[in-house]
């Protein structure tokens, strides 16, 4: 059963932006810092960015300053503003759900940074 639903990604040249957004359940939602993981091609999976419930940021230093992680609790949706894109930010982008207890996963959105 599907718990973390992605929208958004697909292609964009270097420079451009994208916005990835990812809906869940208000019981998943409520509690849990959600975060944004990616994935290359030969890489290890690596964080992006997380916000918690109480809306503390943090970014990995490839994308701090040019990427925007937000929640909406009205919509149970955690948003990833990308902006300034790089040909390096292609991946397969995975949004993460994590309480004291449980973790979900999406099940990836592929993100495509042409130069």
């Known amino acids: 059963q599907e718990q973390l639903l992605e929208t958004g990604g697909g292609f964009a040249q270097a420079g451009e932006s994208l916005r990835l957004s990812c809906s869940t359940s208000?019981?998943?939602?409520?509690?849990?810092?959600m975060g944004w993981f990616r994935q290359a091609p030969g890489k290890r999976r690596e964080l992006v960015a997380t916000i918690t419930s109480g809306g503390i940021r943090s970014y990995s230093h490839s994308v701090q300053g040019r990427f925007t992680i937000s929640r909406d609790a009205a919509k149970n949706t955690v948003s990833l503003q990308m902006d300034n894109l790089k040909p390096e930010d292609t991946a397969v982008y995975l949004c993460?759900?994590?309480?004291?207890?449980?973790?979900?996963w999406g099940q990836g959105i592929q993100v495509t940074v042409s130069s």
């Open positions: 208000a019981r998943i939602f409520r509690d849990s810092t």
């Open positions: 993460n759900s994590r309480d004291p207890f449980l973790q979900y």
